[in-house]
């Protein structure tokens, strides 16, 4: 199974910051790699899928990149419904494997 | 708006067998460019790819539950299935279904249901 490992596995900001959550695989899985946010007590719902390709509907304060191996989710500045956990996960092979997730939380 | 929603008992015992449904609306689980998928998520923990059934009943599982799951899919009711045997305790988690594009279409999860807790115990 390809790991993903995520770092931080959480964070304090505060509304406004600009927030990076990195996500590594141990290999190279071209840019096969999607970004889900999850609130408590719900489903995860995608924000990012292929690298970089912005989901249907999510803010544009949300971007990623990176291919290979090395992937990074961005939010440009911070806000009150963003407090979450978020979570990698590679498409490039079966069983596709998450991070173990980035908390999200208010400074 | 599609929409799926998971359904089966919320309480198992060890040793036996987990059985869910996932029903499916506003889209149909007979389009080829979407796989049916299982996730699952243990209370507090991350996310368990458990494996997805295809329209045409082909199906790919995690090799680490391999030999427990079988899925199954049934086009006249829009409806795909999980069953897993020989529960244990580490089996408990929320269950969700989830439609994973296929690969020309992104691959990621777009639709997920609310996902339902099991819990094994006796």
């Known amino acids: 199974d390809i790991q993903m490992t995520q770092s931080p596995s959480s964070l304090s900001a505060s509304v406004g910051d600009r927030v990076t959550i990195t996500c590594r695989a141990s290999q190279n899985i071209r840019r096969f790699l999607n970004w889900y946010q999850q609130k408590p007590g719900k489903a995860p719902k995608v924000l990012i899928y292929?690298?970089?390709s912005l989901q249907s509907g999510v803010p544009s304060r949300f971007s990623g990149s990176g291919s290979g191996t090395d992937f990074t989710l961005t939010i440009s500045s911070l806000q009150p419904e963003d407090f979450a956990t978020y979570f990698c996960?590679?498409?490039?092979?079966?069983?596709?494997?998450f991070g173990q997730g980035t908390r999200v939380e208010i400074k | 708006q599609v929409q799926l929603q998971e359904s089966g008992p919320g309480l198992v015992k060890p040793s036996e067998t987990l059985s869910l449904t996932c029903t499916v609306s506003g889209g149909s689980v007979s389009s080829g460019y979407f796989y049916w998928t299982w996730i699952r998520q243990p209370p507090g923990k991350g996310l368990e790819w458990i494996g997805y059934v295809y329209y045409s009943g082909s199906t790919t599982y995690n090799p680490s539950l391999n030999s427990r799951v079988i899925m199954s899919i049934d086009t006249s009711k829009n409806q795909f299935s999980l069953k897993m045997t020989s529960v244990t305790a580490a089996d408990t988690a929320v269950y969700y279904c989830?439609?994973?594009?296929?690969?020309?279409?992104?691959?990621?999860?777009?639709?997920w249901g609310q996902g339902t807790l099991v819990t094994v115990s006796s």
């Open positions: 996960q590679q498409s490039y092979s079966h069983p596709g494997t």
């Open positions: 292929a690298a970089s």
């Open positions: 989830a439609r994973e594009r296929g690969r020309d279409y992104g691959d990621y999860f777009d639709y």
